[in-house]
């Protein structure tokens, strides 16, 4: 028997599936001619990256890094390998695309270049990574470079991987003598110290309350240190802390008294 109402039906049915049709083919061409603009832009400035210039060589790195995505990080891996230190420095925040591991696994090899520069911004660069397996290198680094520009980067980079296993090299900086290292030789740039304590308090582990409560109480230190371990007990939030920070908000200097009061009211009951 036939039906009146089928074609009514099956027309619109028809017009359903066209309209859907039309909706997605326009994305698709839209993701194809995306994907060929980033690999034009992409192959532009690898091509860059074969100037005699290293200021054109350190601008493609720029943009390649600027893109946030593995293709071009990959394509400025082979900038770890310039001649030229601002070049290679540049390189070392251009490949972070990669992911945490193979960027790690590029960049630990610089940690012995020659240049101090190329050190202190390849030490930045495992920071950002927030990768561990970054961990054990910037230890090191902390503690046998000469420079003090490389070691206050990686003191820096700790505290952005936040990973306890460097709360005791962080503490030895900020508080060698509660580690048994009144023999070992101490740490006397301020920035480093006040690096590694700061780095205490991204951490949050209550394993480094002593070293920042011997920093905070200790007057002989730079107040920039001692501002830096207020604030990091504030952020550990051990209520052992508190006597210490009462005292501090003490000071005659306004600016540690306040980071004392800040942390006071952080602290957990």
């Given amino acids: 028997m036939h039906n009146p109402t089928r074609p009514h039906f099956y027309s619109t049915g028809l017009l359903l599936a066209a309209f859907i049709a039309f909706l997605f083919t326009p994305l698709t061409f839209a993701q194809t001619d995306s994907h060929t603009a980033l690999q034009s832009a992409i192959e532009v400035q690898r091509q860059r990256l074969s100037s005699s210039d290293a200021e054109e060589r350190r601008d493609a790195l720029m943009k390649l890094g600027s893109m946030r995505r593995a293709e071009p ?27 945490p591991d193979e960027s790690v696994a590029a960049l630990l090899p610089l940690l012995n270049y020659k240049d101090e520069f190329v050190r202190r911004e390849v030490a930045y660069a495992l920071g950002a990574t927030k990768s561990h397996n970054a961990t054990s290198a910037l230890i090191g680094l902390l503690v046998n470079d000469k420079e003090d520009g ?9 505290g952005e991987l936040e990973d306890e ?36 308090g991204q951490i949050k582990s209550r394993a480094g309350v002593p070293a920042l409560l011997s920093a905070l109480g200790n007057e002989k230190l730079d107040q920039d240190i001692r501002r830096e ?9 051990d209520p052992s802390a508190a006597p210490a920070l009462r005292t501090a908000a003490n000071s005659s200097d306004p600016y540690l008294a306040q980071a004392a009061v800040n942390s006071l009211k952080k602290l957990t009951p």
């Fill in 150 to 158: 490389v070691r206050s980067a990686a003191s820096v980079a700790l």
């Fill in 229 to 237: 371990a207020a604030h990091a007990l504030g952020l550990i939030g």
């Fill in 73 to 99: 990080s990959r394509v400025a891996l082979v900038g770890l390998s310039d001649a030229s230190p601002i070049v290679k420095a540049v390189a070392a925040k251009a490949i972070l695309s990669l992911g």
């Fill in 165 to 200: 296993s460097a709360v005791v090299t962080l503490a030895g900086v900020v508080a060698p003598e509660l580690g048994g290292q009144k023999s070992k030789k101490r740490e006397k740039n301020v920035f480093v110290i006040g690096a590694a304590a700061k780095s205490l």
